[in-house]
């Protein structure tokens, strides 16, 4: 179902090292309740000013005095857990991880150490191994929340969302359930099938100051629709489109909300307004989206919008990016790319220096310019790397490229990088499902599609579809025949299905 994939991504988008490590960011309370003082007067004062560094944002200070500590008492419980937690917040997590086992060697049933070290192989990419740690925190600590919400992102990015339910719910009246654990919360609800309860979560926070970052909006706005709520929907997609302009994702699921009423409510604010610049981009780009291939006067309205918007604001990013896409979108990407060039020399903010030269990229591919495309891929995918939430959409568009200029090896070495930074992305796990089966890795290959199958949902038939065919072909392969029939028959009711 196409809510799971949804609920996967604000987990796994929300839900990175970055909230990890702000996780575990420390209190002024934070020192271990059943750590024992470190006996000597100059250690004790050497301890007692590593945290004070440490609470007070000081970490390399902190690291260096509670190394000073274990140097000459090496099993001091409490400098072992602020050592490992000023590291964390450096970003030494292997360091990290070592300090904080050393704790819990020393007190194995110290909630707080296996809680942190749970998040701190969470933050780096090691799920499998955080999950045990995280469990045992809850089980000694069942009011733990952080330790509670690191599991449930586990649970929600193995399409589990229930046992996230189960984990969150609980705790929902507490006063420490944040923001983070409400949207943790709904998209449980969302994957696993209660929509309405994800919407009474999430749709009260849609106009709060300041706003929700964008993959809520996509949350609210897909499950929005299944509830049967449409009002709901077109509120999330009027605020989430004006917030987010440049937000492919949101304006993606907006279309299958926008109807003509809307969009006219759009052209009267416009009318009434025509130096509303965020209106005329985000009209701009609808209309791009929506003009069909001979709707020559959608398309001329799109361009007039978006070159007004320039004019309005010659060097903003913003507007500069939006007319070189709505030119590339409707092939003009000889006129795209200077204006493109321009966007990126106008000092836009890395997240929409990535998406202009995604667009660069494309634009140069659709001339034929393929070296040119793939230098320019190249440097969105470098930029890329260096967000904090990278767009993960944007750089698979890049695998596609490699891909299509018979470029393998780097197109694995991009694939796997891409499921790093999300392991929800479903074309992402379509393609590793058939680079398994390239493998002669068939049972592994069969459990990727086969979650792809489940979660790719029926308004994104392409990908549902292509895992239907590689099933029938791989179950065809393994001589499991019973499964390859349920594929074909699949197969041929969609086919009667989609018959007029």
């Not at 749970?118 to 952080?146: I, S």
């Not at 034929?368 to 440097?379: C, Q």
Request: hydrophobic residues 45%; negative net charge.
């Amino acid at each position: 179902m196409m809510e799971a994939v949804e609920a996967v991504k604000v987990a796994s988008i929300l839900f990175v090292a970055t909230f990890c490590l702000t996780a575990l960011q420390p209190q002024t309370n934070s020192r271990p309740a059943r750590a024992e003082p470190v006996p000597g007067s100059s250690l004790e004062t050497v301890l007692a000013q590593a945290w004070d560094d440490l609470t007070g944002g000081r970490y390399e200070q902190a690291a260096a005095r509670f190394r000073l500590v274990l140097a000459r008492r090496s099993d001091a419980p409490e400098a072992l857990f602020g050592l490992g937690i000023a590291c964390s917040q450096l970003g030494r997590l292997q360091e990290a991880r070592v300090a904080l086992e050393s704790y819990i060697r020393l007190k194995p049933s110290a909630a707080d150490g296996h809680s942190a070290l749970g998040l701190v192989l969470l933050a780096a990419g090691r799920p499998a191994d955080a999950k045990p740690e995280l469990e045992r925190a809850l089980r000694l600590e069942p009011h733990n929340l952080e330790a509670a919400k690191a599991l449930a992102h586990i649970e929600i990015e193995n399409y589990a969302g229930q046992r996230a339910v189960s984990l969150l719910k609980p705790l929902a009246t507490s006063a420490d359930f944040d923001d983070e654990a409400r949207r943790l919360l709904a998209a449980g609800y969302a994957q696993s099938g209660d929509h309405r309860a994800a919407v009474s979560i999430l749709g009260p926070t849609l106009d709060r100051q300041p706003p929700p970052p964008p993959q809520v909006f996509i949350l609210v706005i897909g499950s929005a629709l299944r509830a049967g709520d449409t009002a709901i929907a077109e509120h999330a997609c009027d605020l989430g489109l004006r917030l987010y302009l440049n937000s492919d994702e949101i304006e993606q699921r907006c279309l299958r909300v926008v109807s003509m009423p809307f969009v006219e409510r759009l052209d009267s604010t416009l009318r009434g307004s025509v130096e509303d610049l965020p209106t005329l981009i985000l009209m701009g780009r609808l209309l791009a989206e929506i003009a069909g291939v001979s709707d020559q006067a959608t398309k001329e309205r799109c361009i007039q919008l978006l070159e007004k918007a320039v004019v309005l604001s010659p060097s903003d990013p913003v507007a500069l990016y939006n007319l070189g896409r709505g030119l590339r979108i409707l092939v003009r990407p000889e006129q795209a790319i200077p204006m493109l060039e321009r966007a990126s020399g106008a000092h836009p903010n890395p997240e929409l220096q990535t998406l202009i030269w995604t667009q660069i990229a494309l634009a140069e591919q659709d001339l034929g310019h393929n070296t040119r495309a793939e230098n320019a891929f190249g440097r969105a995918f470098q930029l890329n790397r260096g967000l904090a939430r990278p767009l993960v959409a944007s750089a698979f568009l890049f695998y596609d490229f490699l891909m299509a200029e018979t470029k393998p090896q780097q197109a694995a070495t991009v694939l796997g990088e891409l499921l790093h930074w999300d392991p929800a992305f479903l074309p992402a796990r379509m393609q590793h499902a058939q680079a398994l089966a390239g493998a002669g890795r068939l049972t592994e290959a069969a459990e990727e599609g086969e979650l792809v199958a489940r979660n790719a949902g029926e308004d994104n038939q392409p990908l549902l579809r292509a895992a239907h065919i590689f099933l029938l072909q791989l179950y065809k392969r393994m001589g499991r025949t019973e499964e390859a029939a349920r594929q074909a028959a699949w197969l041929k009711n969609s086919r009667t299905a989609s018959e007029p």
